[in-house]
Structures are given as structure tokens and as C-alpha cells.
């Protein structure tokens, strides 16, 4: 997390809400804050980012064609959280719109390591996006029934390694 944080803009060739990735960039999942989201203060429970982090993981392998349901039925694995290291820097309110991003910062074999950022959306133009958290989520390939780790499957870490690196 110590990278220079790429940010989301209008003008970039952000892939949003289904798109298919471009190599390199980062995919965007745009998330609405909801009064579930929230504390009685009406700002978003830190807890909820990383609900919002697990709906853009999973937005972005389902546009790679990569349904988790689907891997479990069919290929007898599935991806489990196995670590998380999140930085709160700045509170998400009520009906804010945000920009959730994920690309991956180390493959291996078993695992892999998800950069993913929520920034706010700007509401007006001209107006840079403001980095809201961030955090590294690792993931791991585990059996479906008995949940002993598993190397991915060479087709599934091909199509997720080349299609999301983080920028360097």
C-alpha cells in the first residue's frame, strides 16, 4: 500500500460497473452509500469497506468471466479470504458515490494479493477523486468440500494475471 495511489478520473479508460479490464488499469466498481452502510452518524461503519471491496473482487472476476458459484460447481474450488490490511484515512457519508477499484499485487501459486482502494466520486467536474481507504486482500484457492488450499487453476490465475496487474 505504500505505492503512489493511481487515481480514477473521468478522462482515464477506467473500466466501470461490468466493462472487461484493460491490462493495467485498474477495474472500478461504483458503490452508493445506503443508510445500512452507516453509523448512527450517518458516516460509513469501517467494517462495510470491506463489503464494498468483496462486491468489486467479485464484479471484477465475474467480468472476466470467473463466476465464483460457477468455479465451485464446476471446477470444485473456491477463492476464500485468508487476510486483510485495511488504512481508514477519510470518512464515506450517506449517498456518497464510490469508486472501488481492484487490481492484483502479487501472484502466486495458491494465493493472490488484491490492492483495492475506495475513493469518493467527485459530484461535480474538474474535481479529482479523494482516496477514502485502502487496503490488501489476500485471497486463496481452497477445495470446495474440504477447504485445504489448492494451487488455482493454471486457465483461471492466466486469465486473472493478465488481465490486472497493479501499476508498478
Avoid at 445500512?36 to 468483496?54: C, R
Wanted: glycine share 8%.
Amino acid at each position: 500500500m505504500n505505492s503512489t495511489p493511481v487515481r480514477p478520473s473521468e478522462g482515464d479508460s477506467v473500466p466501470v460497473n461490468g466493462a472487461r479490464p484493460l491490462p493495467g488499469v485498474p477495474f472500478t466498481w461504483t458503490v452508493r452509500v445506503y443508510w445500512e452502510d452507516t453509523d448512527a452518524g450517518g458516516i460509513v461503519f469501517y467494517a462495510n469497506y470491506l463489503k464494498f471491496f468483496e462486491r468489486a473482487r467479485t464484479e471484477w472476476l465475474r467480468s472476466l468471466g470467473v463466476e465464483q458459484q460457477r468455479l465451485r460447481d464446476e471446477v470444485g474450488g473456491m477463492f476464500v479470504v485468508s487476510g486483510t490490511e485495511v488504512r481508514y484515512l477519510r470518512p464515506a457519508r450517506l449517498d456518497d458515490l464510490l469508486l472501488v477499484t481492484a487490481c492484483i499485487r502479487d501472484a502466486g501459486k495458491a494465493s493472490l494479493t488484491i490492492e483495492q482502494r475506495a475513493w469518493l466520486k467527485p459530484r461535480h467536474d474538474g474535481e479529482q477523486p479523494v482516496l477514502l481507504c485502502e487496503g490488501l486482500i489476500r485471497i486463496g484457492w481452497v477445495d470446495a468440500l474440504t477447504l485445504r488450499p489448492q494451487r488455482i487453476p493454471a486457465a483461471i490465475l492466466s486469465a486473472l494475471t493478465s488481465s490486472l496487474l497493479a501499476p508498478t
